[in-house]
């Protein structure tokens, strides 16, 4: 069974579009497009069906994946443990961390890493907290940088660090320019946060949860960049919860009545 058919397989139903595959794959749209078909036949069955400009899994796809992303992981972990075994020190280092750690965490951590490991190569994936914790446990990456405490058995986790919860608001919020708020105080108004399942909507939900009220969503987004640009809309002066870094919109920090100061 063909490698790079398998590769292309995984990457559309990974989510991305045909042509967003072939040009990772240094191909052509018709060229991959005939590689899922062949690899459809190979397998004897329909495996993918159009959705608009995505292809979408079948039932047998849906199933089938699950076996590729074994096979690649074991065929990439043989790979690694070979290359580790004749060069040490040169081996390949796979690391996933959230979205939001990319701006300033991950880039501090991999500058430390590489002084120390000047021949170390490193293999970056962001993702959602969640799914996070899937490839850590499906052996894709051998590290993850999450947000909550992962609560799995079977993982071993280390804090690297306490990070303050802040309350961002728009310019001229009656809150701006307060240096310490609780989030009871802004129980009545909408909310611009992450969405569920995401590490810090975990955070604020408990956070919410402890100051005795549960938040009113006026939107759900996939990063927190999106929530800073919406937080200036008017949603009756919205605010949403963010991480503290970077900062460019007024902020405060967020006291949960009296609940536990800053989550990691």
């Known amino acids: 069974m063909d490698l790079q058919a398998l590769r292309c397989f995984q990457a559309v139903l990974d989510g991305e579009t045909v042509t967003e595959t072939a040009r990772r794959a240094n191909s052509t749209q018709p ?3 005939r590689t899922l078909a062949r ?3 190979e397998v004897g069955a329909p495996l993918l069906h159009r959705n608009g400009r995505r292809l979408q899994p079948t039932p047998a796809g849906r199933l ?12 990439d972990d043989g790979l690694r443990a070979v290359s580790d075994f004749v060069a040490p020190g040169t081996g390949v280092v796979p690391l996933g961390f959230m979205h939001t750690y990319g701006t300033w965490l991950v880039p501090e951590l991999i500058s430390g890493y590489c002084r120390v490991h000047p021949g170390a190569r490193l293999d970056l994936r962001q ?3 969640p799914a996070l914790i899937d490839t850590l446990r499906a ?3 051998d590290l993850a940088v999450t947000g909550p405490t ?5 993982l071993r986790w280390r804090p690297l660090l306490t990070e303050p919860l802040l309350l961002a608001v728009p310019p001229g919020h009656r809150l701006a320019g307060r240096q310490d708020v609780r989030l009871a105080e802004v129980a009545d108004e909408p909310f611009v946060v ?13 956070a919410c949860r402890e100051a005795g009220f549960e938040p009113r969503i006026a939107f759900e987004g996939d990063e927190v960049a999106t929530l800073r640009g919406l937080i200036g809309v008017d949603w009756e002066s919205a605010c949403s919860p963010v991480s503290s870094r970077p900062r460019r919109k007024p902020a405060a920090r967020a006291a949960p009545g009296r609940a536990r100061p800053p989550y990691p």
Not at 64 to 74: I, N, Q, S
Not at 150 to 154: A, K, M, Q, S
């Open 31 to 33: 060229v991959v497009t």
């Open 127 to 129: 993702d959602a907290d």
């Open 194 to 206: 992450l969405r569920t399942g995401m590490g810090l909507r975990t955070i604020v939900a408990e």
């Open 64 to 75: 089938f994946k699950e076996y590729v992303d074994t096979v690649l992981a074991r065929r």
């Open 39 to 41: 690899l459809e036949k």
């Open 139 to 141: 052996g894709v990456v």
């Open 150 to 154: 992962p609560d799995v058995p079977g």
